[in-house]
Every structure is written in C-alpha cells, then in structure tokens.
C-alpha cells in the first residue's frame, strides 16, 4: 500500500509497547522477557533499517541473514556480528539499548534563538556507550544528526521554527523538549 502507510501502520505499533521489562529475560532461568517482544522488536527494526539508511542493503542483509544462518543454531551475538560486518554502523550498543533495557533512548533536546538564526542542542539519555544517528527536518531539508552523551549543537539557519521536525516516525525514541 505504499511507504506513508508502512509509516502509519508501524508507528501505529507504539500504542502496544508497555516498556516494562526488558525484552530479553535472564538467560538460563525459567523466566521469559517482555511480551513487548513483538511490536517493539519491530519498532527496533523499523529503526535499524532508517538508521542504515539504505533500503537495497536492509534487504539484502535481512535475506541474506535467512539463507546464511538457514541451518544453524544462532544467538543474538552471531547476527548482530553479522550485521555489523555489512554495514559502517556499529549495531551493538543500540541492540543492547532495545533489548536489554526495558527503557528507549530518550532525545533531550533544545531550541534557542542566536541573532536571525535558530539553534537546535541535543543529547541522548540512554546506556553506555549509546549512539544512534537521527534525521531532523526544517521544512527544507532533512539533516542526520549524531547524538552522544554530551551537549552537541546544529545551526538550522533563519527558518520558521514551527517547520523543525524531529523525525520520530522513522525511530522508536522518546522525545523531550526542555
């Protein structure tokens, strides 16, 4: 049914994730992870694939994780290493933030007006070592912005403020403006 109703149908999904637990249970305990395991490893997905920005690749990576591992037993480790092996980005510490935590990372970020300009300030709350690239828009143009820990900064030029959009539809995150 076309891309808009992908986005429609997979954000849709938000409304069923609790985040209560980990998605990931005690390994070696008769204990199971979170129910969430569906609609928010999807949403996981859905993220990894707008993180790798590249659609031929997402699928040939996710075809290709089906016919490489066909007949094996696999763990978690062997497809992130996979999949870390095909792309410039490294996956492990945004699996090990979807996975095992029951918490999404959360954006903070802050915008403050320099002259003409506006300027938007950002930062994750998140695990350790947490990295993941995001797209924002100004009504123009879309940029990919690199979060980390400490404060980082992009001038989005004299634009209508009310056009800043944090492409949230593309990436399973809490949004908080300060």
């Given amino acids: 049914y076309g891309y808009d109703k992908m986005l429609s149908y997979v954000n849709n999904q938000k409304n069923n994730v609790k985040n209560d637990k980990p998605i990931i249970g005690p390994y070696y305990v008769n204990k199971k992870g979170s129910n969430d395991m569906y609609s928010k490893g999807s949403l996981m997905l859905h993220t990894l694939r707008n993180i790798i920005d590249d659609d031929n690749l997402w699928f040939d ?3 290709d994780i089906a016919t490489k591992f066909k007949h094996r037993s696999v763990n978690g480790d062997d497809i992130i290493n996979y999949i870390n092996s095909r792309t410039e980005f490294d996956v492990t510490s ?9 918490d999404i990372p959360t ?3 802050k915008i403050e007006k320099q002259g003409r300009n506006y300027v938007v300030l950002y930062r ?3 695990n350790q070592d947490f990295n993941m690239p995001l797209v924002i828009s100004n009504g123009l143009k879309d940029y990919r912005i ?19 959009n944090i492409r949230e539809d593309l990436f399973y995150i809490n949004l908080k403006k300060l």
Avoid: R
């Avoid at 690199?146 to 209508?160: A, C, R």
């Fill in 61 to 63: 990576i996710i075809k």
């Fill in 94 to 102: 945004f699996f090990n933030q979807y996975l095992n935590s029951k």
């Fill in 107 to 109: 954006l903070l970020y």
């Fill in 124 to 126: 994750w709350i998140a």
């Fill in 146 to 164: 690199y979060p980390e820990k400490n404060w980082k900064e992009l001038n989005l030029g004299s634009i209508d403020i009310l056009d800043l």
